[in-house]
């Protein structure tokens, strides 16, 4: 079978936006094909603002996700293949999806399977900093 997750990026990209907040992506910055802006990856990541202010020509197929936008007033084109998307969620509560492994995708970086993956959701934004992914065991 297919990959799902461009179909679940897809939907919760619209469900996202249709609640009028504003749908961010984390991407392993360190597979590759992954051409974002090198300054602003932490950790091996980069956490990407994809709402319709943020970005421009926002693509969504079943090999990558692509946009160009501005980042640090310089514009940029961002080429992500879909297999490097790890989440997507609401900028606002944190709302959303963690993507597993998947047969062909990304390994886990945990290292779990997709049948007993570890749960993880967003870090409170209580601390002002960058999202961040928690594992909950």
């Known amino acids: ?11 919760l990209n619209e469900w996202i ?3 009028q907040l504003t749908p961010y992506v984390v991407v392993d910055a360190s597979l590759p094909a992954v051409d974002v802006p ?10 990407l603002n994809i709402s319709p202010h943020a970005v421009r020509g926002l693509s969504i197929d079943n090999e990558y996700l692509e946009f160009s936008a501005r980042f640090g007033g310089v514009p940029r084109q961002v080429t992500v293949p879909i297999v490097s998307v790890l989440a997507i969620y609401a900028k ?21 399977s997709s049948e007993g ?5 967003p870090a409170s934004k209580s601390g ?4 961040t ?3 909950v065991k």
Not at 128 to 131: E, I, N, T, V
């Open 92 to 112: 606002e509560n944190g709302q959303g999806m963690v993507f597993g492994s998947e047969p062909g995708g990304a390994p886990d970086p945990d290292g779990a």
């Open 117 to 121: 993956e570890a749960q993880k959701k």
């Open 1 to 11: 079978m297919k990959s799902s997750r461009p179909y679940l990026l897809r939907a």
């Open 128 to 131: 002002g900093g960058k999202p």
């Open 17 to 19: 936006l249709d609640s």
């Open 38 to 47: 090198r300054d602003f990856v932490s950790n091996g990541q980069i956490v």
């Open 133 to 135: 992914l928690k594992i």
